[in-house]
């Protein structure tokens, strides 16, 4: 099992910035390739950022594209998502995911995730 605990979720006006950090413990860091999600009241789980094993690739969804960028310490066993220019549509809880993946290319299907933490509320007001 992998323990994965999200913090650095608050409020903040748009504009803003945030950084969110992902601690993983119970099983190799490095075999996973980790993603970050969100979560609106009322809408479907979103695919916002994901990193491959050895944070040799990522990859961003569109909503955020420019915006966030995901990164990785295996040494630490934490992914971080540091958000730019907030947006009041960026308001969601935010979820950490591993994979169990050895491939270049990370996946934006939450279905592909072995793992998820707890969640982090984000808070964008206008």
């Not at 969100?38 to 050895?54: D, H, L, T, Y």
Request: aromatic letters at 14%; a positive charge.
């Amino acid at each position: 099992q992998m323990q994965l605990v999200e913090s650095g979720g608050g409020l903040v006006q748009a504009g803003g910035s945030l950084r969110l950090s992902c601690a993983a413990s119970g099983l190799t860091f490095s075999s996973y390739a980790m993603g970050w999600f969100r979560q609106a009241p009322g809408k479907k789980r979103e695919f916002v950022a994901c990193i491959n094993w050895g944070g040799s690739s990522t990859y961003y969804g569109d909503s955020v594209k420019g915006r966030a960028t995901i990164s990785r310490n295996s040494a630490r066993n934490t992914v971080w998502l540091q958000m730019n220019s907030l947006k009041p549509e960026d308001t969601a809880v935010y979820y950490c995911a591993s994979r169990y993946s050895s491939t270049y290319y990370c996946s934006d299907d939450p279905g592909k995730y072995d793992y998820w933490g707890q969640g982090t509320q984000v808070t964008v007001s206008s």
